[in-house]
């Protein structure tokens, strides 16, 4: 899809398919020259992750493995409650192995802060985070960091892997919706 496709429900681009593009092809080089030498198992958070995913791994130059969670937060509505249950469980031993969590967006920080320290306990070599969005401003716990793409507002935004009621995963960049999409 491209913002023409999106007709009127697309208020604006907040970050074009080739903005997303360059940032990734940066941070793909850094992820080569930190883990260079080790075996590095990339863990996706299903489902927003699948994007960040598919494009950051065909970025590196040496072979990795993929593995996927899903997580659910516990309570209701949409924030992050910071309870979370685990839907599907890795399928790999984490004991000894370097760790990057690779997730869509790091909203209020909870979810990624239970599972920094759930994956943490699994005995790895290294655990580390890298995300393509954050909302600084909307942090309720400091999570760290290694790997950020862009740090952007506390609008609501989709695409890229993030939905509103599961639709616009599948836009290639990132925008707000027109306010007449949130009504019904
Ligand atoms: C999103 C995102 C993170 C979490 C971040 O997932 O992928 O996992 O929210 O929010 P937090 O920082 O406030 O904890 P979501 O629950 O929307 O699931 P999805 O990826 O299946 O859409």
Same mark, same amino acid.
């Given at each position: ?12 681009? /907040?970050?074009?398919? #080739?903005?997303?593009? !360059?940032? /990734? ?10 883990? !260079?030498g ?15 995913? *598919?494009?950051?791994? =065909? =970025?590196?130059?040496?072979s990795? #493995?993929?593995?996927?969670? *899903? ?18 469980? /890795?399928?790999? &031993? ?21 599972? /920094?320290?759930?994956? =943490? ?38 695409? $890229?892997?993030?939905? $509103?009621? #599961?639709? $616009?995963?599948?836009?290639?960049f ?7 999409? $949130?009504? &019904?």
């Amino acid at each position: 899809m491209d913002p023409a496709d999106m007709g009127d429900d697309l208020e604006r681009v /907040l970050l074009s398919e #080739e903005q997303l593009g !360059a940032r /990734l092809d940066e941070i793909a080089a850094q992820i080569d020259a930190d883990y !260079a030498g080790r075996d590095l198992l990339l863990v996706g958070v299903l489902k927003g992750a699948v994007m960040v995913m *598919a494009d950051l791994s =065909r =970025r590196l130059h040496s072979s990795v #493995e993929m593995d996927w969670m *899903a997580v659910s937060s516990y309570g209701a509505g949409t924030t992050s409650s910071g309870v979370v249950r685990i839907l599907k469980d /890795l399928d790999a &031993d984490l004991t000894g192995r370097d760790v990057l969590i690779v997730e869509d967006i790091i909203d209020s920080g909870l979810t990624l802060s239970w599972l /920094l320290a759930n994956l =943490r306990s699994r005995g790895p070599a290294s655990v580390e985070i890298a995300t393509m969005l954050r909302k600084p401003e909307a942090a309720k716990v400091e999570v760290d960091v290694r790997y950020v793409g862009f740090d952007i507002p506390t609008d609501f935004v989709v695409g $890229y892997g993030l939905d $509103y009621a #599961e639709k $616009y995963r599948n836009l290639p960049f990132v925008g707000t919706l027109a306010p007449h999409v $949130y009504g &019904d």
